[in-house]
């Protein structure tokens, strides 16, 4: 598949960091770096009719993304996430509830652009309010190829809604703590590579990807371990590293690259946007391989 029809669906709003406020939300960094590695996404989300939805507006139209599907609201504010860097390796959020992108409405031209994409991406916290999560089970209903990107923040996610995307979709990212939690749902073992394919028997997922932190991660694609122990940098800060992580993988397995050079690529990726700052650095395909 060399160029890909790909939706990037859910949260669009600003990092409140100790040195300003920067763009973010996993869905647009995922689509800002894909489009960075030379894909079109698309992006559905909602912000507010305010000063910081006009900001972020602009910022995804800079990065040379299109803003057709992003929908406008007078009810609620735009999204914002205080975040907690003093761990360099683990950042933590207090995420503001509810905010425009909790109210994301099942409009027609969502459904017809949806039929019509290859890869649809979806997280957990878009399930978090009644509206946005509705329109997502209804638009998971029209996508060929449903990739699950986990990404569970405290407290918005219970092992039902979780379940429920596991059964659906067709390539799922989490991190290892993430692994371990869901695992435990369903008593299996702890243990990472006998986790992984208990998991995917479970949900008959064809491709599952964990990833490791500095360590990594570890790919299960029809039946086979592929792992890759990352890249030594000096880390900025890893917001956004798992969403650049997530584009570089995807890339390459849809253009139908082997999967052990398309984990690497990923975690070459996911540790270049480690060493700037805020979560869609400018990077190029160059950059990633040179690192490589």
Known sequence: MTNPKIICFGEMLWDILPTGKQAGGAPMNVAVQLKNLGLNPLIISRVGDDELGEELIQVITQKGLSTELVQHGKTHLTGVVKANVSDQNEVTYKIVHPVAWDYIQPEDNLTEAVQSTDVFIFGSLAARSEVTSNTLQALLKQAKFKVFDVNLRTPFYNEETVTSFLEIADMVKMNENELALIASWYDESPVLETAMLALAKRF?????????GADGAILLKDGVFYQNKGFSVEVKDTIGSGDAFLAGLLKNLLQLKNPAE???????????????????????????????
């Open 204 to 212: 008959d997922i064809q491709t599952l990807c964990v990833t490791l």
């Open 262 to 292: 398309s984990l690497r690529f990923a975690c070459a990726m996911g540790s270049l946007v480690a060493t700037y700052q805020g979560a869609t650095p400018q990077i190029s395909e160059t950059q990633v391989m040179a690192m490589m």
